[in-house]
């Protein structure tokens, strides 16, 4: 071999490791920031960025407690204690499932976690939140390092959390927001408004968010053979899902105007039509949808809806 055979090579082995001991970049933000006291859902959403040459390979558990981990401390650096939910899940012999996930450089992967179901915020206080990735999971977190996030500011505020799925805060406020006796028609005019205005707490009030779950079948059937932790835990992930148009998007995109044709409903079964015009540049787009909906406690739910394109104008 010449020697310029031998610097190219050297080269080229140089490359190979470079690639090989690159790592992605993690980072973490709070996804729909609003109010919180303890005892809150507070969605983080944790991003896993390839700035790497390279395809960038890590195991994601179904159950992602698996994959990553949550460091919450207070401002005297004392490391809160791993909630309820988390130890079982860490406990548990049950089989863990999981996907390779494949990122091409310059793309990143998310996804959003609620940071109760790692840790236990029973009081009021300021606090930093970190997470770690481990790309080959916790169990095998000693054979490749995990993956260090930035830091985020967390403030818990003394108070108790509404622990109905009709009730809580108003964005930005610590105003307690609960679901009224209104018509359907109501529910489904501020429902909509609600998403215009990017308040999803408000787009929740109403919203049966498991019944929409189960409309999948799949979905169904594994929310079924969940324990009572694991449906919480699935709800909160289909909500979670929702709010980053994942899952049903057609009741989250947001329209630009709205109308109710029709409103009929009885003692507990309610449909609502409605035609949501959506704008787009040059053109605008006509989609009726009917929303059924469920009295309980003589409050309205949006349980189901359909959708039928109406053309453009």
Do not use: H
């Not at 390839?50 to 179904?62: E, H, K, Y």
């Not at 698996?66 to 004392?78: E, H, K, T, Y």
């Not at 308040?199 to 919203?207: A, D, H, V």
């Amino acid at each position: 071999m010449n020697s310029k055979s031998r610097v190219l090579a050297a080269f080229i082995a140089a490359l190979a490791l470079s690639a090989a001991a690159a790592q992605a970049d993690i980072s973490i933000s709070f996804f729909d920031k609003r109010i919180y006291v303890p005892g809150s859902e507070i969605l983080v959403k944790v991003t896993v960025r390839n700035d790497t040459p390279s395809a960038w390979r890590f195991m994601l558990a179904d159950d992602k407690r698996l994959s990553v981990g949550f460091d919450v401390r207070s401002i005297a650096n004392r490391a809160l204690e791993p909630s309820d939910s988390w130890k079982r899940a860490m406990s548990s012999s049950a089989p863990v499932f999981y996907r390779e996930i494949s990122i091409q450089p310059g793309e990143e992967y998310a996804f959003v976690e609620n940071l109760a179901d790692y840790v236990s915020i029973a009081e009021p206080g300021s606090f930093v939140v970190a997470c770690t990735l481990y790309p080959e999971l916790t169990s095998k977190a000693s054979v490749r390092a995990g993956l260090r996030s930035n830091a985020l500011s967390l403030s818990v505020r003394p108070g108790a959390p509404a622990p109905a799925i009709a009730e809580s805060f108003k964005a930005g406020t610590a105003e307690i927001l609960k679901a009224e006796r209104i018509g359907p028609d109501e529910v489904v005019s501020r429902t909509i408004k609600a998403r215009q205005k990017g308040r999803w707490n408000e787009f929740f009030l109403y919203l049966d968010v498991e019944r929409l779950l189960k409309a999948n079948p799949d979905k169904s059937r594994s929310y079924d053979r969940e324990s009572d932790d694991g449906r919480r835990r699935m709800v909160s992930a289909y909500k979670a899902d929702l709010m980053a148009s994942v899952v049903d998007s057609d009741i989250v995109v947001i329209p630009s105007a709205f109308d109710i044709l029709e409103t009929r409903y009885g003692a507990s079964y309610g449909k609502v039509v409605a035609m949501l015009r959506f704008s787009y540049d040059g053109f605008a787009m006509l989609k009726e949808y009917t929303y059924e909906l469920e009295r309980r406690d003589d409050v309205w739910f949006i349980v189901a809806y359909t959708v039928m394109n109406k053309g453009t104008e």
